[in-house]
């Protein structure tokens, strides 16, 4: 069997690869929000969604870039602390 590096480790600790930084609390970081807020802006422009339709179709495209549930939902509502 040829050599992996560091699979013979992970075997004899049973320990994996740990995940890169702390992990995560569900409390979205302002500049994340902020971020997800101008992304927002820039595709739909400054005014608040006028209907559920709309602002699921903004929720789902903040969800397509990878912005977690509460964040897109504090970029929609215009919630963002400054």
Do not use: N, Y
């Not at 995560?24 to 559920?52: L, M, N, W, Y």
């Amino acid at each position: 069997m040829a050599d992996i590096p560091g699979v013979h480790l992970e075997l004899e600790t049973g320990i994996g690869p740990q995940p890169p930084g702390p992990p995560a609390t569900g409390v979205p970081t302002p500049p994340q929000a902020v971020s997800a807020q101008e992304i927002c802006r820039r595709k739909f422009g400054h005014e608040a969604p006028s209907d559920p339709r709309e602002r699921a179709r903004r929720l789902r495209f903040l969800a397509g870039r990878g912005f977690p549930a509460e964040v897109a939902w504090q970029a929609v509502r215009g919630e963002t602390e400054d």
